[in-house]
């Protein structure tokens, strides 16, 4: 598609609009017969004549002379033979019989053919004919000719068919004899015969009653034809059996004429005393015959019935003599809802009856909601409104009203005498004897200048623009008129009427059973403006006593064209547009331009060219202006109608006839389309399995087809021609430049130079305010130019829609040829009924409908590119692209060569082919990557594991979606950059779900797919799976493209893959670790810059939310296989500090600790970095690993408070419960109740310790201490070097209050294990933090009041080796902790505490002294630790001298001074003297071994 033909969406969109307006209008012009009526009543005219300067409204077009055989016959019987006639327009023949013989020939040619059936002995007194009933006679024999005789019914089989080229559908019949179908008619004589579309014969007879005349293939007893009588009652059957007819004298009212209203399925009667009657048949048509109303005073009735309306006319005529019912027909539901029956009257005069009791003001405007044929119910027959008469002495000049006298006397009566008449889709053809020397026809047909717009006032004039107007045409003729008919259109015609407008509810076509042509030809009865594209002229055969006579009534377009053929002079010319209006009339041009009217004869090139010169006449078409303003002198409005001197309230831009006239064409022609969907479900609809069609037929969308692009063809040319202020100002290139938003002076001045090189001379109307009018024209919104630019814009968007429409219609016959069903078969049930439920103008104009025409254009070319080989891509693309160019593109015919490719790669077997299609295939869609399918066509390169092209295109397309970058523009407008976010991850999806397919993640779902979903995948090793992911995040890292980059990194993330991220990842992925989880995990943003090592050591003490966890995990793990081990020794400390408010999302104490341990082994390892010097070395020196080391020893503590109080908290939980069991139930006492708020307090501080790291100092303030945790607290106090009283009372008072909780929960015993325990962690120390005085005295005092009150028994050795084992086995410190409290007597005053010391000394001695002796021996450290228990170092192993035994020897001798001076019995102090002498002694000795 060239530039300057390419469809602009918006264009087509806003033209779409105007038609819609257009259609909704023409909907709303159409009224009711009854509407049209009603306002006629304020009409003075409701009759007009053609104008004497234009070509005949009517004329007739040839005659024929009855076949000489039927006139020989006639004249032989002497002109007294039982004659009758008519026309059976189903199969174009008109016939007639004289006595015992039936004629037939055509009546729309003559052929030279009159065949004669005579097969019967008796006269012939009636004639129907009727459609065969399937499935009972052989296909041959398409209707049935129904003949009655006095004596029998007879039926005849008609065989039709067509010419041998085709042309001529009717060219032949046969008569088939059927004897086995006669039946009696009992004595009978039956007037006349109707049948319905569906085939059911009904007889009228002359006793009055109605017959059925029923057949069937007969079986068993039944007969294969018989009669019905549904009228008679039981005693008139019984009556008739017993007594003949030709005995019964009462009065019979015999039927004269009967007529079927196939659309409602009623059947109406006239009788010879003009009483009319009405039968229903059900809804279907297939019910039993059932009367619902009959009518015996038609004339009193329209005087005095409630609906009767009192009617004007042009006279008011003295008649002698009552009129009479000459005619009945029924008005079709195209015509009127709610009037039904027209019947027409010996003087003229037409009475419109109804079977409803409603009335129909009631009724939907326009008849927009049709007629339902199955909520029709008949319950009287009345009579609604009268028209009058038509005016007597019509000729071809007859003024309104006018009636001609000449020739007659005054005393002759001046009403019509209608002998015959005929009334078919809103046309009346009248057989007036009423002059004295010849018969005339008088048809009486709607009057298409008439403009019936509903103009939105209820006043008299709105009424009056709505009232029925009819033309009054008369024409001479010879004879007596015995029956018309109208010539209906060609099937080919009827089928493509009939496909286009059979689903429109207010055209009637819904009962089925009608035949097309009749169908077709009830259109008429819409007018010829609205349907003079598609329908042909209308005709009429007159079937004379004299001959057959043609008749052909002109259209509007018809007249205008004979305008043209004449060479008219202007004037007439201008009469017409003025008379039809300039829309209108420039509607009718185009037609004639661009040769879309339906045409007998083709448009010679002259009458297009003078049509397309009346087309862009100004002095025709006017010139668009401002509402209100005297430019144009025929002040059209809007509308296209006239103003008829309305205020203006505002000037409002009013476009020219040409724009008005274009709008009325392209309406019309896509009225049939517009709001209809194109598809349509046949068969099971309701449980989705009926089969998907186009609602229209291939002949009619081609039809349609060719009509508009014929107009946009012919508009295209008169714009490259610059023909017109079309053809000018669109000429001129862009619409949109300065003569549209020209100002200023400039634009003023140059408003006439513009008019006059536009039209010339043309433009005297624009010229003829003259130069004053200059001031006042710049007070106007618009000036010339702008409303020509505007107008030419308007018609530009119309032409698009035309050829957008054009291409929707080649695209729907191509899909209708290949099978829409067979191409839909893999839509979902969704898709389907999208596809359904899609109107022509959504198609046209909607996203949606190119979204679904671009997927049905896929399945079509999945049909072609299919293995089973059904074609390639350039069989159908070419025809695609020459005929729908906007549906499918260049770029469209590239993606499905690329679809071929991979067809053809996924079959082969060949590796190296296999991978050559796949790069074919993704250099097709490299050059079009915003246009294709990738989410579908990437999952067939991830078949073919051709990864390169899963990763670029998508990466194209989201450039090409975004070419601007708003993703990365934090400046502009937050909707613009998020959806431009939201375009770019649509294609970064696609290649994250290779990435989770490659994984093994089958959450991600395929969406419906225009290409054949692949086969299953071969099964890859984990090696390959391997190879392909980091193939695709090596070709990802290559891409510019920062959005991507992120998202990539987060989706590896999610999968698992943190060791290809961390391997693979881009020079972008410390700075993405770094800022990841800061803003929501949906949000991707582009980084803003590298953070610098010194800044991320700035911030370790700077708490991680919970999801930014994982992303400063990987920058760890980044960081060490990097070998960055102090910028990872960092990262690892901020996780293990990372706080939350969410125990469930906090990591666990252990967790933190290995962080800590990471981090102090990576801070080690930074140590021997060669790769650390400047500020990196200076940041390691300043005590990092210090830092960690402290850290991990608080967090020590800290999960050994959290673990003492879950126990503390257990423990009371659980004597709580034992209690409650113990009780049954009770009430709880104080005690329990304390222990369980107690419980519950301890339980939230542990679940506090959980959350976040704590300091040294809230751990001792705030759980250590107000939960008596001493140990924990003496630890922490020793860890921390703590001097903060001189005389350590705090180290002292905890040492007591812990010493005192072990006394209380185990004694002596639990005293001293505490005392081990934790006092050998803090020894050697600097005395004050293990203060042994204090702790030797505290327990001596315990054990000697314990043993004294006999509440434990202390052993002699228990607290001494305690001291020991809290001093490590050194002995000496202990020994002098004694001496101390020996040489103070304020401290020992009672003599049984000092021999309790005494006694713990002499251990302490004994002690010592073995571990020398143990020395001597040899023994191991070992073993020492063993006796002692407790541990030696080094040094004691190896000083072993004279010195230490003297100090103990002297020891001892001193000891036993001491226990000597004790104030005790002997009995008690012997014991500890003998031995501290034996120890003395055993040191000595030279075998001190012997002693032990």
Same mark, same amino acid.
């Given at each position: ?117 005579? &097969? ?12 065969? /009933? ?53 004595? @009978? ?56 007819? =030709? ?118 405007? &326009? ?15 009345? @009579? ?128 089925? &059973? ?103 006449? %100004? ?49 019309? +022609? ?9 598809? =349509? ?31 946009? /063809? ?97 695209? +729907? ?6 099978? @829409? ?19 022509? !103008?959504?198609?046209? !104009? ?26 390639? =891509? ?26 071929? !490719? ?11 082919? /296999? ?18 399918? +990738? ?15 899963? =990763? ?87 891409? %510019? ?174 004597? @709580? ?98 005392? /081990? ?80 010391? +005494? ?94």
């Amino acid at each position: 598609m060239s530039s300057e033909e390419e469809i602009l969406m918006r264009d087509v969109t806003n033209a779409g609009l105007v038609v819609s307006d257009r259609i909704g209008r023409e909907v709303a012009s159409q009224l009711d017969v009854e509407e049209a009526l009603e306002a006629s009543r304020y009409a003075s005219h409701p009759y007009t004549t053609h104008p004497r300067e234009w070509p005949p409204l009517v004329e007739v077009v040839d005659t024929w002379d009855l076949p000489t055989v039927l006139v020989e016959r006639y004249n032989a019987a002497g002109g007294e033979g039982n004659a009758l006639c008519g026309i059976f327009p189903e199969i174009r023949r008109a016939w007639a019989s004289v006595d015992n013989s039936l004629f037939l020939w055509r009546f729309d040619k003559w052929d030279g053919q009159c065949p004669e059936y005579t &097969g019967e002995e008796q006269v012939i007194c009636a004639v129907g004919l009727a459609k065969s /009933k399937p499935g009972i006679f052989v296909e041959a024999i398409q209707y049935l000719l129904i003949l009655a005789t006095p004596v029998e019914l007879i039926l005849v089989g008609v065989c039709c068919s067509g010419a041998g080229d085709g042309t001529d559908p009717y060219a032949e019949i046969s008569l088939q004899p059927l004897p086995e179908y006669t039946v009696p008619s009992d004595g @009978v004589t039956m007037t006349c015969i109707t049948c319905s579309d569906k085939g059911r014969i009904f007889l009228a007879g002359r006793d009055g009653n109605i017959y059925e005349l029923l057949y069937t293939t007969g079986s068993g007893w039944y007969k294969r034809c018989r009669k019905v009588c549904h009228t008679a009652g039981v005693g008139n059957v019984i009556s008739r059996w017993i007594v003949p007819n =030709v005995f019964r004298f009462g009065a019979v009212d015999p039927i004269v004429e009967l007529v079927f209203d196939n659309e409602r399925q009623l059947l109406y009667a006239r009788t010879e005393e003009m009483k009319l009657q009405v039968f229903v048949l059900g809804p279907n048509g297939d019910g039993p015959l059932k009367k619902v109303a009959e009518e015996r005073n038609l004339f009193n009735q329209r005087d005095t019935h409630h609906g009767g309306r009192q009617t004007t006319g042009q006279r008011a005529p003295h008649r002698s003599t009552k009129p009479s019912v000459v005619s009945i027909s029924p008005l079709s539901t195209l015509e009127s809802k709610w009037l039904h029956l027209v019947a027409v009257l010996s003087d003229g005069r037409r009475m419109y009856l109804s079977t409803s009791a409603s009335s129909g003001n009631s009724g939907t405007v &326009g008849g927009v909601g049709g007629f339902n044929n199955h909520h029709f119910r008949p319950s009287c027959l009345k @009579v609604v409104t009268t028209r009058p008469s038509p005016p007597l002495g019509v000729g071809g000049g007859l003024g309104f009203g006018a009636i001609s006298l000449a020739g007659r006397n005054q005393s002759d009566d001046i009403s019509l005498k209608v002998e015959t008449a005929y009334y078919s889709a809103g046309t009346l053809v009248l057989s007036d004897a009423s002059p004295p020397t010849m018969s005339s026809l008088i048809i009486v047909s709607k009057d298409p200048s008439s403009q019936s717009y509903p103009t939105g006032s209820l006043g008299t004039s709105a009424r009056i623009s709505r009232a029925l107007r009819e033309s009054v045409t008369s024409l001479p003729v010879e004879g007596r008129m015995l029956s018309v008919t109208d010539v209906l259109p060609l099937p080919d015609t009827a089928t493509t009427v009939q496909s286009l407008y059979s689903e429109l509810e207010f055209c009637g076509f819904e009962i089925s &059973g009608e035949s097309c042509e009749k169908s077709s030809g009830k259109l008429w009865a819409r007018g010829d403006l609205s349907t003079q594209h598609i329908l042909p002229r209308r005709r009429i055969v007159v079937f004379s006593t004299m001959g057959m006579m043609e008749v052909v009534f002109n259209r509007p377009v018809d007249i205008l064209r004979r305008l043209f053929e004449l060479n008219s002079p202007r004037s007439i010319l201008e009469d017409f547009f003025n008379r039809f209006g300039a829309g209108e009339a420039a509607a009718m041009c185009l037609m004639l331009a661009a040769r879309i009217v339906h045409s007998e004869n083709l448009i010679s090139n002259a009458i297009a060219e003078k049509a397309a010169e009346a087309f862009v006449d %100004p002095r025709l078409v006017g010139m668009p202006q401002l509402e209100g303003s005297n430019a144009l002198a025929n002040t059209r409005t809007a509308a296209g109608g006239f103003s008829m001197g309305q205020v203006v309230q505002e000037a409002e831009p009013v476009f020219s006839g040409a724009y008005e006239g274009l709008c009325l064409c392209a309406s019309r +022609l896509l009225f049939p389309l517009w709001e209809l969907p194109v598809m =349509v479900m046949k068969g099971d609809a309701i449980s989705e399995n009926g089969v998907v069609v186009c609602r229209l037929s291939s002949g009619a969308m081609q039809v349609l087809e060719k009509k508009i692009r014929s107009l946009e /063809k012919f508009l295209r040319c008169i714009r490259n021609q610059r023909r017109g202020l079309y053809g000018y100002v669109a000429g001129m290139g862009d619409l949109s430049g300065s003569i549209l938003y020209g100002t200023g002076a400039d634009s003023v001045a140059g408003d006439q130079s513009l008019i006059r090189n536009l039209f010339g001379s043309y433009s005297r109307n624009a010229d003829s305010n003259g130069a004053g009018t200059s001031n006042k024209r710049q007070r106007l919104p618009y000036s010339p130019a702008e409303l020509a630019a505007i107008e030419v814009r308007a018609m530009e968007c119309i032409r698009q829609l035309l050829l957008r429409s054009a291409e929707a219609l080649f695209l +729907l016959q191509l899909l209708s040829q290949h099978h @829409v069903m067979r191409l839909v078969q893999g839509f979902d049930a969704n898709l389907r009924q999208e596809l359904v439920q899609l109107t022509f !103008c959504q198609l046209v !104009c909607s996203e949606e409908g190119d979204r679904l025409a671009t997927r049905l254009i896929s399945a079509l070319m999945e049909y072609y590119t299919d293995p089973d080989g059904r074609g390639t =891509v350039d069989d159908i693309s070419g025809r695609l692209r020459e005929g729908c160019p906007s549906y499918f593109k260049e770029s469209d015919y590239k993606f499905f060569l690329a679809v071929e !490719c991979l067809e053809r790669a996924a079959v082969t077997s060949d590796s190296e082919e /296999k991978e050559n299609l796949a790069r074919e295939a993704f250099n097709f869609l490299s050059k079009v990557p915003e246009s294709a399918d +990738l989410r579908t066509v990437c999952r067939r390169f991830e078949d073919l594991r051709f990864y390169e092209a899963v =990763v670029c295109l998508p990466l194209q397309k989201a450039q090409a979606l975004d070419p601007a970058g708003d993703a990365f523009n934090d400046q502009i407008d937050a909707a613009t950059r998020e959806y431009a976010l939201v375009q770019r991850q649509q294609c970064y999806e696609i290649i994250t779900s290779a990435l989770r397919s490659l994984k093994g993640d089958s959450s991600q779902r395929e969406f419906g797919s225009p290409v054949r979903p692949a086969g299953p995948r071969s099964a890859l090793d984990p090696a390959s799976r391997k190879k392909y992911i980091c193939q695709i995040v090596q070709l990802g890292v290559q891409s %510019p493209d920062r959005i991507f980059h992120e998202y990539l990194y987060r989706t590896m993330i999610d999968l698992g893959l943190e060791n290809e991220l961390l391997e693979y990842g881009g020079p972008d992925l410390v700075p993405f670790l770094q800022s990841a989880g800061r803003e929501p995990i949906q949000e991707v943003r582009a980084v803003s810059g590298i953070r610098s090592a010194a800044s991320l050591m700035g911030q370790t003490g700077t708490p991680i939310p919970s999801n930014e966890a994982k992303y400063f995990d990987l920058l760890a793990r980044y960081y060490v296989l990097k070998r960055q081990h102090l910028l990872a020794a960092h990262v690892l400390l901020r996780l293990a500090e990372r706080r939350s408010t969410d125990e469930k999302d906090a990591p666990t104490l252990d967790q933190r600790r290995q962080y800590l341990s990471n981090a102090i082994l990576q801070a080690k390892n930074a140590t021997n970095s060669d790769s650390l010097v400047g500020s990196t070395r200076g940041a390691f020196d300043n005590g990092l690993l210090d830092l960690l080391e402290g850290k991990l020893a608080v967090l020590r503590f800290q999960t050994k408070i959290k673990e003492e109080l879950e126990a503390i908290a257990s423990s009371l939980e659980t004597s @709580v419960d034992m209690y409650e069991s113990t009780h049954n139930g009770s009430a709880p006492d104080s005690s329990s109740t304390t222990d369980a708020n107690y419980a519950k307090i301890v339980r939230e501080k542990a679940k506090e310790l959980s959350l976040d790291l704590k300091s040294i100092t809230q751990l001792y303030n705030e759980y250590a201490v107000p939960f008596e945790l001493w140990e924990i607290c003496l630890e922490m106090l020793y860890f921390a070097n703590y001097t903060g009283d001189t005389d350590s009372s705090i180290i002292r008072e905890t040492w007591a209050r812990l010493i005192d909780q072990a006394l209380s929960k185990g004694g002596i015993a639990e005293a001293c294990s505490v005392l /081990k325990r934790v006092g050998s962690h803090m020894y050697p120390g600097d005395g004050a933090v293990l203060p042994l005085d204090t702790l030797c005295l505290h327990l001596e005092k315990a054990a000697l009041e314990r043993f004294d009150s006999q509440v434990e028994s202390v052993g002699d050795e228990d607290i001494a080796r305690a001291l020991l084992a809290a001093c490590k086995g050194a002995a000496e410190p202990v020994l002098n902790t004694y001496d101390q409290l020996l040489s103070s007597g304020a401290i020992l005053p009672s003599p049984n505490l000092r021999l309790r010391v +005494l006694r713990s000394v002499l251990v302490v001695l004994r002690e010592w002294a073995m571990s020398v002796f143990a020395k001597r021996m040899g023994t191991s450290a070992t073993g020492a630790s063993l006796i002692l228990g407790g541990t030696l170092s080094a040094d004691q192993t190896t000083v072993i001298n004279q010195g230490i035994r003297d100090k103990i020897t002297s020891a001892a001798n001193r000891y036993m001074t001491e226990v000597r001076r004790l104030p005790l019995p002997q009995s008690q102090t012997g014991a500890v003297y003998r031995g501290f002498r034996e120890l003395e002694e055993s040191l000595i000795s030279p075998f001190p071994l012997d002693r032990f």
